[in-house]
């Protein structure tokens, strides 16, 4: 299963967890010098790490660290120059000064081999920008590009996913057509097929009957890392169509189905966590759905993130009391915390009450609940104040699970 790429969640909880080159103005060596070397050798051939240095600049007043600025300067000039005229075109691989002159998208696959080879993360971010921009929003070279990936290996079906998704015409509806059909396609493997449905997650929108295929995908035992590559998409493109102030409860509807019904537990979680990325106000229907979840999910990191996500309900009596309820029935300490904390989210100093029923019936939350009162009797308001003022933010170790 692949991790999930992490987004720092709106409020405090557990935490889960490209270069853009561009060919311009300095000339091929300094290109050269940048992307590291790419020698004469054969594929084994080991390459020497050295890279010009950038120039460093002076520090402020107040910072840390020693050494004159004037001095630091000078002699990271003098580095760069010379690395640029050790790694010129006459010493490092001249492939890429004939790959930038001369490619095309027909021509790209068979140039770009010998440039993969080297296994330069950076020359592999120079291809997949150059590729975008041989595709442009061109949506019958995106096509041709997709055709390629069907059959490409290691590192080229890497850059030909990322120059695609880089690209203008993967916004055309035919050509998110195509990689919802690749990515459905159970003759490639689910590898291939992850990676199809993740190149979906730059789309500032996905139709109905994306959104329908892919929750349903996400829900057969057998897709596994695509099933969670299918997920993210939905997840990435839902915020994306939140901060445009689109409507985001489609997605949140399809993946409440995958948090509630997939029978894999870290799809489970990633559907559980996706709200948390643009901190949609639940309505009744919504909350009522999570608090299923708070209730029904065998794993404590999926209830944990229930009851993060349900302090974002616009019901603040009825989810005050969920947690209540929750808070006796719950077994897991780290649970029994979220519960605890995001309850002073969901009703500020109003929570007290709850809070001080949770501490009798768990004297470990005795000290927890005398800092917070004490917090909101010195006048604070604000959730996250609160949050920044507590002297431990990780009593239980419940956040180093997630590291």
């Known amino acids: 299963m692949v991790p999930s790429t992490p987004t720092q969640p709106p409020a405090p909880g557990p935490s889960r967890g490209r270069a853009s080159w561009v060919l311009a103005g300095a000339g091929l060596a300094a290109v050269v010098a940048a992307v590291g070397l790419l020698w004469r050798g054969g594929d084994d051939a080991p390459a020497p790490s050295a890279v010009a240095a950038p120039v460093k600049a002076s520090r402020s007043p107040g910072s840390h660290g020693g050494g004159g600025g004037a001095g630091a300067a000078a002699s990271g000039v003098a580095e760069a120059e010379a690395a640029e005229r050790r790694f010129s075109d006459q010493t490092c691989f001249p492939e890429l000064a004939r790959f930038n002159d001369g490619v095309t998208l027909d021509s790209f696959r068979d140039q770009a081999a010998p440039l993969l080879a080297s296994k330069d993360p950076l020359v592999r971010d120079y291809l997949m920008s150059k590729l975008s921009e041989l595709i442009g929003d061109d949506a019958g070279k995106a096509g041709q590009v997709v055709a390629w990936a069907r059959d490409a290996q290691g590192a080229e079906f890497k850059v030909l996913l990322s120059g695609l998704r880089g690209s203008d015409a993967v916004q055309k509806p035919q050509v998110a057509a195509k990689l919802l059909e690749a990515g459905m396609d159970p003759g490639l493997s689910i590898e291939r097929r992850a990676g199809m449905l993740s190149a979906l997650d730059s789309q500032k929108r996905l139709t109905p009957e994306a959104m329908d295929r892919m929750a349903d995908f996400a829900r057969d035992p057998a897709s596994t890392e695509a099933g969670w590559a299918a997920t993210r998409t939905l997840g990435r493109v839902m915020a994306r169509e939140s901060q445009n102030l689109?409507?985001?409860?489609?997605?949140?509807?399809?993946?409440?189905?995958?948090?509630?019904?997939?029978?894999?537990?870290?799809?489970?979680?990633?559907?559980?966590?996706?709200?948390?990325?643009?901190?949609?106000?639940?309505?009744?229907?919504?909350?009522?759905?999570?608090?299923?979840?708070?209730?029904?999910?065998?794993?404590?990191?999926?209830?944990?993130?229930?009851?993060?996500?349900?302090?974002?309900?616009?019901?603040?009596?009825?989810?005050?009391?969920?947690?209540?309820?929750?808070?006796?029935?719950?077994?897991?300490?780290?649970?029994?915390?979220?519960?605890?904390?995001?309850?002073?989210?969901?009703?500020?100093?109003?929570?007290?009450?709850?809070?001080?029923?949770?501490?009798?019936?768990?004297?470990?939350?005795?000290?927890?609940?005398g800092t917070f009162e004490t917090l909101y009797a010195q006048g604070n308001v604000d959730f996250i104040r609160v949050w920044n003022e507590l002297p431990d933010q990780n009593p239980f170790g419940c956040m180093d699970r997630h590291q």
């Open 246 to 369: 689109g409507d985001a409860s489609p997605y949140l509807d399809r993946l409440i189905t995958i948090a509630t019904d997939s029978p894999d537990e870290q799809i489970r979680h990633l559907a559980q966590t996706a709200p948390l990325h643009n901190s949609p106000v639940l309505d009744a229907k919504t909350t009522d759905r999570f608090a299923r979840i708070l209730q029904s999910e065998g794993n404590e990191d999926g209830r944990d993130a229930a009851a993060q996500v349900l302090a974002m309900s616009s019901d603040k009596e009825q989810t005050l009391k969920l947690f209540a309820d929750s808070f006796n029935r719950e077994q897991s300490v780290c649970v029994r915390w979220a519960l605890f904390r995001f309850s002073a989210r969901v009703a500020g100093r109003d929570a007290l009450p709850v809070m001080a029923n949770m501490a009798a019936v768990d004297p470990r939350f005795q000290a927890l609940y």
